[in-house]
């Protein structure tokens, strides 16, 4: 049996949120271990990506199976998808409405976060999950040196 976590958790805001064009590199996960250094090699293309708008970075999940395997997409949104650098993924996000939690310590505890947001914060919010792609957005005051400044987790919901 899973113990549920007890850790508060502010309740979301709920946010309709245009459809997205993200620009990055994506690998497919079967564990989250893999996703820092994918963060690794994408970093240094921030700021030099063709059409990138603004300084907001995106993790994003999507493409979930069965058996919890997922892809996960470091990337920025772009106003049209550039041709290079050509292995990365060109992914289209949907206008969708969103829970939007805050994880607001270091990011090494963000699956911390993402645990109270399943175990309990969906339901205590009264909403329900779609089937869609997960964001986490790393606005401008995200510092990726030290791990600080917060993430917005964004859930899509019906």
């Known amino acids: 049996m899973n113990s549920v976590s007890t850790q508060p958790l502010m309740p979301p805001r709920i946010v309709k949120a245009a459809p997205l064009k993200l620009f990055g590199l994506s690998q497919r996960c079967t ?6 250094a994918l963060w690794d090699r994408f ?6 990506i063709q059409g990138q708008v603004g300084a907001v970075t995106f993790g994003v999940v999507y493409n979930v199976d069965e058996n919890n395997h997922f892809d996960y997409l470091c990337g920025v949104e772009v106003r049209a ?17 969103y829970a939007v939690f805050e994880h607001r310590d ?29 964001l986490e957005r790393y606005g401008e005051q995200f510092d990726g040196r030290t791990g600080l400044g917060g993430v917005e987790l964004w859930v899509p919901v019906l």
Do not use: M
């Open 31 to 36: 564990t989250n271990a893999i996703i820092p």
């Open 43 to 48: 970093v240094p293309h921030i700021g030099h």
């Open 81 to 97: 998808f550039p041709s290079h650098p050509a292995e990365f993924t060109r992914l289209e996000v949907p206008e969708q409405s």
């Open 106 to 134: 270091h990011i090494s505890s963000i699956q911390h976060t993402w645990t109270l947001v399943w175990e309990r914060g969906l339901k205590e919010a009264g909403c329900q999950p779609a089937d869609a792609p997960i």
